[in-house]
C-alpha cells in the first residue's frame, strides 16, 4: 500500500455528507442538543460528578453559547467534525478543556444522537397527532350537521343503498380514532430516553438515568443500554403507524373523487376550492382531492422510505450517521400536515347536494330491497317470494324510465297478487313509503346503523373517543412543559449556586 | 350496441377469478363460513326471527352439508357464483326455499365475508404469536445462561466495547417483547365482529349484534356499520405490525451473518446448520443464516403487498372479491412462521467462541476506554489527561502488536508520569484488572447495563413480560373456546328443540 | 464451548428449508438442471475433457435418471442435501463414483444454479410476452373497429372533451408497446450464460464458455464471472420491467372502474362478466374489474418483493440458497397470466354506450371549445372574444337544461352579436355541426389526434410494432428450440459413439 | 344545499398547495415553461398562425418577462391560479390581451406541463448519466491498476477463492454498463414531445408537432395525443431504472462494508474518510460507507415513492397537478448525485491491504482447489482421489495452523501416497505454486475469469462500452444545444422581422 498522508476530511465527503448533515442539525436538531447538555450537567451534578463550580461554569457557558449563535452566519467548515464537537469547542474556549471536558462524562454521541431523534419526533408526533385530532372534531361536527342528510352509499363502485352522509362519516372517524390509538401506542416506543446508555454499554460512573429521562420530558428509560442505541424501533413504530393514516385517507380520498365526478355529483365542491376552464364554463376541477390522493402517496412512500433504510442496516450498525434519515422522515410529517389541513378545511367546506342525490336515488332504484324486507314483516312473504315481487318491481322500474317515487301502485299490487296468490293488505302510502330512502333510514337502527338515535348514539361515542384522545395530548404535552420548566428552574439554581 | 346475449360466467374469468377463489374457500375460509351459518341461525331463533321449527330444519341441514362435504370432490363449475351460493343450494335442496332462504335474513355476503376474514387473522395471529413468544423464550433462557460470557459490542460495523451475548440479546427481546404489543394492538381493531353490518346499513329486522359477536368469540362488534364492510384496517394493522417483526429481525439476521464471518468468528454455528464444499473441508457455511435473511425480506414484501392493495382501493369498495387478497396475506404467515421456527432453533444451538471473542477483543484493544474512566475516578485526573494515557497505551500496543493482556506496565507508568506529571497510584493488579473485559462489564451496572445484577433484573422483567403476553394469548383463546363451546351447545339445545 | 457433536442436517432446517427448497426445484427447476448436465457433458467430450467412453456413460446414466424419475415418490430425506447431490448419488450408483465425478469439472453449484435461475425465467418471460401482445393486438382490434365510437374524454376525472374509443386505447397500446420493449431489453440481461463462471473464477481447466451459452440457447456469455453468480441484474431487471406492466395496467383497469360506474355508464360490460343481486335486479357489478385491480396491485407486490430481497444481500453474497427467492418470483407471473388473460377477455367483449355518452356530452356541454376555435378560424374574432361567446354559450346552455344539439341558435346569435359587435356570418348547420362530437374530432388529425385519418395512421404503426415484437419473440423462440435440437443431436452422437 | 358565495382560492388550499407549488415552479420549472413559450410562438408563426407582427410582439414580451424576472421579489398571491397565469397576464398587460390571446392557440396547460416536466427530467437524466459514468471511469481506472492486486473472494460471506480487485470491480462495472443501457431506454420514452396534444385531443388549429419537437430538442413526438398527457410511463420509467442503480450500488456498498470490518480489513481505507475516536485511537470508523448505504436506501425509496404515486392514479386522470409530484422525484437525483459522486471518490481513495488479504488467504486454506485440480491434470488423479489428498491436507494444515506457504511438503507427500498408492511425480516448487493466489489466478482465463489477459481483454470491452456511452451522451448534449440554438436563432430572425 502506499503509504496514507490524508486528513479528514475529504473534500468529497465534506461536501456530499459532513456540510448537508451540519445544515440539517442546524435545522432540526440543534436545540435538542443543548436540552441535553443542560439536563446532562445538572443530573451529573446531582450525582455528585461535578462540582457546584464546575456545573456553574458548564451552565454558564452553554447559555453563552446559545446566546451568541447565529445560524446563518454558523457554516460547516470542515474544522469541527459536526455540530457537537463544534459545542465542545466553544465550551473549551469559554471554561478551558478540563471543565468543559466533565461534561462529557458517561455519555456519548451515540446515547446523545438518539435522544435528539427521539425528542424531535415526540414533537412531530404530538403536532401531527393534533392536526389529526382537529380532522376528527371537524368529521364530527359536518357528521352532527348531516347526520340525517340522505346519501348513495356504494359498494363495487355501484350505487347501492341509501345511508346518511353523517353515517358514511362515521365509517372513517372510526378508523381514524384508531390510527390515533395506534399512534400513542407507537409513541409509547419514543417516550423512552437512551441517555445513560453512552456508546452502548452504559457506564462505570453512578449517572443517574432515570432523572435524565424525567428532566428530558420522557415517561421512562429505554432499558437495555445496547437497545437504546441500535434498535430503532423508535424510528420504525412511528412510521409504520403514520404511514397506516396516509394509507386510509388517500382510500377516502378515492371516495371523494368519485362522488364529486360530473355524472355522480353527490358532493358539491365550493368555488373555493374548484379550478375553472377559460374556455369550459361547465367544467369544474375539484383539484384540490387530486391534490389530497397525490399528497397521501407522497406521505405514504415517504414513511415506507424511513423503514427501508432499516432494511439493510444490521441490528447493531445505528448510530450518529442518522441524521439524513430523520430528516427524511420529517418531510413526511410535512407532507402530511398539509394533507391533513386541506382535508379538513375541504370536508367542511364541502356540502351534499340534495337534488343529485334524489336523483341518482330515483335511477338506481336503491330503495327496493326494503321493500322486499317490509314484504317479509308485514305481509309475512317467505323470502324468496318477497324479493320475486320487489325484484320485478325493479326491472318495470327501469323498463319504464321510473323510480321509487314514480312508479305505480297498480304495477306492484299485480306482482303481488301473481306472485303471492293473493292481493297486498300494504296500502299505497304504506307501499311508497317502504321506498323512500327516509324510511330506508330510520328502520335501520341496529348498533352502528344510520337511523337517528342509533348515528346519535355512535357520535356520542366519537366525541368521547376524540376528547379521550385530546386529554392524551394534553397530558403528553403537560409533561414537556413539566418537564422544561424543571429542567430551567434545576438549571437556574445550580448557576446562582443555590442547588446544593 | 350489439345485443347481449352472454351468460355469466364468462369462461376467462370463471379460469381465472372464479375457480381459483372458490379453491381458497376450501384451502382457507370454508369452516368460518358454516361457523357464521351456525351463529346466524341461533341469533335469529333467539330473536324470535326464526321459529323452533325452522331454525331446527335449518342447523340439521347445516349439520348435514358439512358431513357430506367432500373437498377434493367438490369441484368449481361455474353453476354456483361461489361457496356461498353452494351452501345455499344445498340448504334449497334439503329444506326447501322458503326456510333456507330465512337464513340470509339480515345479513350479506358483505359482513360475512370480512367477519370470515376476521376470524382467519384470528387463528393466524394467534398462532404466531405463540412462535414469536417461543423464540422470545427461548432468547431469554439462552441470555440468562450466556448472561456473563464476553462478547465483542459493534458500532459501525467495527468492535468497539465489551460486552456479555446475555446483554446483547437483551436489545433484541425488547424489540420482540414491543413487538408483540404492537400485534395486541393490532388484534383489537381484527377482534370486531362485522356480523349485522349486511350490505352497509345494517337492517330493519331486529337482529342482535352483540350476541353475534359473543357467539362467534370476538370481543365486541365493529360499530359503524359501513366501516365493517369497508375500513378494512383490520387488514392493515396487522400486517403493517407484522411486517416490522420481519424487519427489525431481519436486522437481527444481519448481525448473525457479520459474527459468523470467518475472520470474525465470534459465533459458533454447529454442523448440524452448516453446509460444507467437498473441496474446502475448512468452508463452514453457515447458510440457514442466509435464508432467514431472505425468508424476513420475503415476509416483509408479502406484509407490504397487501397495504399496497389497499392504496388504490377507494374506501367504500372494499368487497367480497378479497378472497384472493386475504390469500396472498396468508403466504407473509407461513414465511414468517418458518422464518421464526428456523431462527428459533438456530439461536438455542449456537454458541459464542470465547477463543475469539479473546483474540479479537486483544487485537482490536477495546477495553482501553474504561482505563480512561478509572484514572478519572481513582487518580482524579481531568478526563483530558485521562484520554491521553489511555490513547498513548492504545497508540502503543497496536504498535507493538501487543494487547490489554500483554501490554507492559512500565509503558504505562511512563506515559501516566509523562502526562500528569507524577507517578500513578495504580499498581499493576489494578492496571491490569481496569483493562480486562470482565472488569469493564462489571462496572456497567445502571439500569439496563450489561452487569451481572443489572442484567439479571432486566432479564427477570422480561420473563415477566413475555408470560403477561403469554396470558394475553391464553385469554384469547380462552375467549376462542369458550365461544365455540357455547355456540356448540346452543346449536344443541335448538336441534334438541329444548332452546326455548 | 462445549462439543459440537451434532450433524447436518438440524430437523428444523430440514422442515423449514431443506425440503421446501427440493419441494420448489420438483416443481420449477430439475428439467433445467438436467438441461444443464447434459449440455456440460457434451462441452467436456468437445473440449477433450472427457473421453469418448466417459462421456457415453455420462449420458446414458443422465438419460436413466430422467426415465426413472418418479417426482412424486420422490421425496426429500435430508440424505442429501438437495437435488443436485442426489443427482449426483444416482449417477455414482449408475457408472461409479470416478466417471460419475468427472461430470462436475470445472463448475459449481453457483453457476449452475443461475443458469437454472435464467432458463426458467426466459421460459416465463416469453410466457408472459405472448400474453401480453395478445392483450395488445386484442386491444388494436378493438381500437380498428371502435376507432369512430365517440367517448367523453376526462381530465382531472370530469368529463372534458369527446374523443373515440379508438384513440383512447391508442393512448394504451403505446404504453404496453414500450413496455414490451422494456422487457425485451430485461431479457438481454437474463440471456446471458453464466456456465464456466464456475464457485466464481472460472476454472483451469479449459471450458468453452460459448459452446455452453451455446447449447443452453443464449444469446452470448454473462462476462465477468464474479458477476455471473454474484451481480443477479438478471433478476432485478425483469422484475422491474414486469412491475412497471403491472402499474400501468392497475391505472387502466381504473379508468374502467369509473367509465363503468351506474351513473357515468359510458362502457358497458356485458353480463357474462357482472355479478347480480338476487334483490336489486338493477344492480350490475362489474365486478372482474375489481379483481384486475387487486391482481395489479398484487403483481407489482409481487414483482417489488422479489427487488426488496437484494436490497439486503451484500454484492457477493448471492447464492444457490435462492431458489425460494426465484419461486416467490414466479408468483408475479403467474398472478399476471391471470390479469392479463382476464383484461384481454373484458375487452374484447365490452362495447361503449352510445346512449350514455351522448347523454353525458349534451349534459357536461364538452364539444364547446370547438365552437370557440370555429370562431377564430372562420369569423376571425380573436380568442378572447370568442371564448366569451362559447363561454357565454355555455352557461346559458346549464341554466336551461339544454346541450350542445338542442340550444337554440338565437342565443348564440345574440351572444355573438354582444361580444363582437356585429352578427356572425356561421350559419345556423355549421354552428350546429360545430357543436357535435363528430365534427370535433374530425378536425383534431394532427399526428397522435383522434380524426380518422390520423388514428387509422397510427393504429397501422401499431400494427407495425406488435409485429416487430412478434418477430422477436419468434426468435427468442427459434433459438431456444434450435438449441435444444441441437443440444439433443450433439447427446444422441456421443452416446452413440459417433462424435468424434 | 347553502349558496356557494365562496371564491377561489381557498385560504387552505393557497397554503397548502397553491403557494408550494408555486414555489417549485420557480425552482425547477420556469425556464422551461419560457421555452416551450419560444418555440410555440415560432412554430406558430411559421404555420401562419400568427402574423409576422403578432410574433414580433409575443416573442419581444416574453423576452421582457425574462429581463425583468425577479424570482425573490414574486411571491404567490392567489391573484394568478399558478405560474402561467402568471405570465399570460403580464404579457396581456405588455401587448394587449388579443395578441397575448393568440399565444395558447392550439394548446394547453396539460401538454405544456408535461412537455416542462420531461425537459427537466432530460436535463437530469443527462447529470446523473455523466456523474454514473465518472464512476464507471473511475472504476475502470481503479480495476486496470489493481489488476493483479490479490483479495479473497467471498460467497455466503465466508472467504471461498483469491481473485484480483480489478476482477471483483469488473462484476460492478458489468451492472453499472447495463444499469447505464436501462437509462437509454428510459431516456427515450422521456424524449417524446408531448407539445400539440393540447388538453387531450390535439386541436382543429394546423399546428406542425414534429417542429416543436424539434425546437425544443426532442426526437420525436409521443404520438396518442391522450397518451402524451395520460400514460406518465416518462415518469415510471425513468425512476424504476434510477431505482435499480441505486439497488445495485447498495449492494455493493455492504461488500465495502463487510470488507472494511476491522477483523477481514481486506480494504483500507484512508484517513480523509474515517471517523475517529477521541478515547479509542485504534478504532478507525470507516462512516461514509454507511452514509452511502443509507443514501442508496433514501434514494431508491425516493424513486420507489414517485411509482406508488402512479398506482392510484386512474390512467386518464395525470394532470397539471403533478408539479409536487415531480419535484419530489428530483429529491431521488439529488440524493443520488451525492451517492455516486462520494462513491466514486472513496473507491479512488482505498487500497487492498496486501498484509491482511495473505493473512487471510493462509488461515482459509482458500488455494487448496487449485492443488486439487493440479493433481487431476498433472497427475491424471480421479477427482474423487484428487479431492481427498487435497482435503486431507486442508484439514491437516487447519489442525496444525499452518497454511499454503508453510505446509509441510511430506505431509503432502503422505496423503498422496495413501490416496493414489503412489508417490506424487509434482515436486515441491510445482506444489507449492499450485497452492499460490497467484497460480490460482493465472490459470483463471477462461471469457470473464481474473488471468492477466482475460481481464485485460474484459477491461478493453468496459472501456469500449463506457466511451459508446459517453458518445451517446454527448450525442444528447449536442441534441439539446442545437435546438436551443435553433430556437434562439428563430426567435431572433422573427424578432428582427426577417424569418419571411
Known amino acids: 500500500m502506499t503509504p496514507d498522508h490524508s486528513t479528514f476530511p475529504a473534500p468529497v465527503y465534506k461536501d456530499t455528507v459532513l456540510a448537508p448533515l451540519f445544515d440539517g ?14 439536563a446532562h450537567a445538572v443530573m451529573l451534578a446531582e450525582q455528585g460528578l461535578l462540582s457546584a463550580e464546575e456545573v456553574r461554569q458548564i451552565l454558564g457557558a ?126 409509547r416506543t419514543v417516550d423512552l430516553s437512551s441517555m445513560g446508555a453512552a456508546a452502548i454499554t452504559t457506564t462505570g460512573f453512578p449517572l443517574n438515568r432515570e432523572r435524565m429521562a424525567e428532566l428530558l420530558g420522557f415517561s421512562a428509560v429505554q432499558e437495555n443500554s445496547y437497545g437504546c442505541i441500535a434498535a430503532c424501533d423508535y424510528v420504525s413504530a412511528p412510521y409504520a403507524a403514520m404511514k397506516l393514516v396516509f394509507l386510509h385517507l388517500g382510500r377516502f380520498v378515492q371516495d371523494l373523487g368519485q362522488w364529486t365526478g360530473f355524472e355522480t355529483g353527490q358532493l358539491y365542491v365550493p368555488n373555493a ?88 336515488i330515483e335511477a338506481a332504484c336503491i330503495t327496493v330491497t326494503e321493500l322486499a324486507d317490509t314484504l317479509v314483516r308485514v305481509e309475512g312473504l317467505p323470502f324468496r317470494i318477497a324479493h320475486e315481487v320487489a325484484g320485478g318491481l325493479a326491472k318495470a322500474m327501469i323498463a319504464a324510465g321510473e323510480g321509487p317515487s314514480t312508479v305505480g301502485f297498480a304495477k306492484f299490487q299485480a306482482l303481488f297478487q301473481h306472485a303471492a296468490g293473493r292481493a297486498a293488505t300494504l296500502d299505497e302510502a304504506a307501499f311508497r313509503q317502504a321506498l323512500t330512502p327516509e324510511h330506508f333510514v330510520a328502520v335501520r337502527g341496529l348498533t352502528g346503523g344510520p337511523a337517528p338515535a342509533a348515528l346519535a348514539a355512535s357520535l356520542s361515542r366519537y366525541r368521547a373517543r376524540i376528547a379521550a384522545e385530546r386529554d392524551r395530548q394534553v397530558a403528553h404535552a403537560v409533561q414537556a412543559t413539566e418537564a422544561a420548566e424543571h429542567l430551567a428552574a434545576s438549571v437556574q439554581l445550580w448557576r446562582a449556586g443555590s442547588a446544593a
Open 62 to 187: 452553554l447559555a453563552g453559547i446559545i446566546d451568541g449563535l447565529d445560524l446563518d452566519r454558523l457554516v460547516y467548515t470542515g474544522e469541527h467534525e459536526d455540530f457537537f464537537y463544534w459545542v465542545e469547542a466553544e465550551l473549551k474556549a469559554a471554561i478551558g478543556p478540563d471543565v468543559a471536558g466533565r461534561l462529557h462524562t458517561g455519555r456519548s454521541r451515540n446515547d446523545m444522537d438518539h435522544t435528539v431523534f427521539k425528542l424531535a419526533l415526540k414533537d412531530r408526533l404530538a403536532a401531527f397527532r393534533d392536526q389529526l385530532a382537529t380532522l376528527v372534531e371537524t368529521l364530527i361536527t359536518v357528521a352532527e350537521r348531516d347526520a340525517g342528510t340522505i346519501i348513495v352509499a356504494y359498494t363495487h363502485g355501484q350505487p347501492a343503498q341509501p345511508s346518511t352522509f353523517g353515517h358514511y362519516l362515521g365509517a372513517l372517524i372510526e378508523v381514524l380514532l384508531r390510527d390515533l390509538e395506534r399512534i400513542e401506542e407507537a409513541h
Open 273 to 360: 376550492f374548484v379550478q375553472v376552464s377559460s374556455i369550459m364554463p361547465q367544467k369544474r376541477n375539484p383539484v384540490p382531492i387530486e391534490h389530497l390522493r397525490l399528497m397521501a402517496s407522497l406521505a405514504c412512500g415517504r414513511c415506507e422510505t424511513i423503514l427501508s433504510t432499516l432494511h439493510n442496516t444490521p441490528f447493531t450498525d445505528m448510530n450518529d450517521s442518522e441524521g439524513e434519515v430523520q430528516a427524511a422522515g420529517y418531510e413526511a410529517f410535512e407532507t402530511g400536515a398539509r394533507l391533513v389541513t386541506l382535508l379538513t378545511g375541504l370536508i367542511a367546506a364541502v356540502q351534499v347536494d340534495p337534488v343529485r342525490v334524489r336523483r341518482n
Open 25 to 38: 442539525v442546524k435545522r432540526h436538531h440543534w436545540r435538542y442538543q443543548m436540552q441535553i447538555n443542560f
